[in-house]
């Protein structure tokens, strides 16, 4: 069956406090968005790529996609609502319900390359699918909503959900539609396959797969770059 990358890049990344959209600020000469896509690409030339873009966006240049099939849908409100826009223009196109379908936040232009190859060989293997996810390292601490500690959580068995998230076409387009006619809120897609009752594979992959977020993000991911470069 075929793949299908979804690209949700129609956030417009408040917390960053910059003057455009995160996947618009540049790391050495390029911006956020042409480093994720290149990513991608590199891993999976033939992938067919549904991007996610704002019905405003004025950064957008489209000589930062690298792919030979790809098209644009419009964001909506929520993540959800723009990775579900991309799903249903992928069913309009793709008659096929068990078509993989990974999808990948623009603003982790980190995400490595032996690390989509292995989530792309357990999905592609899997009933449910899976995500990259990362086992936490600090003691996680429960605040009491006044700026104090509540309670320390058992940190055994907690993961960083990460993405890319791959799931079949079809299951994926079920839960993220139930979830958000139930109004539930979602951040990842893992979140609504789990809601159906089933349970998505954990693949571990690499810490440095941030997301961009903070201000200070930006130029961590530029040494993890370039690290990665060397
Ligand atoms: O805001 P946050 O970093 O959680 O966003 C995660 C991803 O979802 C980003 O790639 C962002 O561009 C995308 N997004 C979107 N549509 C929205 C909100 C966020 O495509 N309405």
Not at 126 to 143: E, N, Q, S
Request: glycine fraction near 8%.
């Amino acid at each position: 069956p075929t793949l299908w990358l979804v690209v949700p890049a129609a956030g417009c990344g408040r917390r960053m406090g910059a003057d455009r959209p995160k996947q618009y600020l540049t790391l050495g000469g390029r911006t956020v968005l042409s480093h994720t896509l290149s990513r991608l690409h590199a891993a999976f030339p033939e992938a067919r790529l549904c991007l996610c873009l704002d019905a405003d966006d004025s950064h957008f240049n489209p000589a930062w996609v690298p792919f030979r099939d790809w098209r644009r849908v419009d964001g909506g409100v929520e993540r959800v609502d723009s990775v579900i826009n991309a799903l249903e223009a992928i069913v309009a196109e793709e008659g096929d319900e068990q078509a993989l379908v990974l999808v990948h936040d623009v603003a982790r232009p980190c995400v490595d390359a032996g690390d989509l190859a292995r989530l792309f060989a357990v999905v592609d293997d899997d009933p449910v699918g899976g995500l990259l996810a990362a086992p936490v390292a600090d003691t996680m601490k429960r605040d009491d909503g006044a700026g104090r500690v509540a309670r320390t959580e058992d940190r055994a068995g907690m993961w960083h959900a990460l993405t890319p998230q791959g799931f079949r076409l079809g299951v994926l387009r079920r839960a993220l539609t139930r979830v958000r006619a139930e109004g539930v809120t979602v951040t990842d897609e893992a979140s609504a396959v789990e809601a159906l009752g089933l349970a998505p594979r954990l693949v571990p992959g690499r810490r440095d797969n941030l997301k961009i977020t903070h201000p200070e993000d930006l130029a961590l991911a530029g040494r993890i770059l370039a690290a990665q470069a060397s």
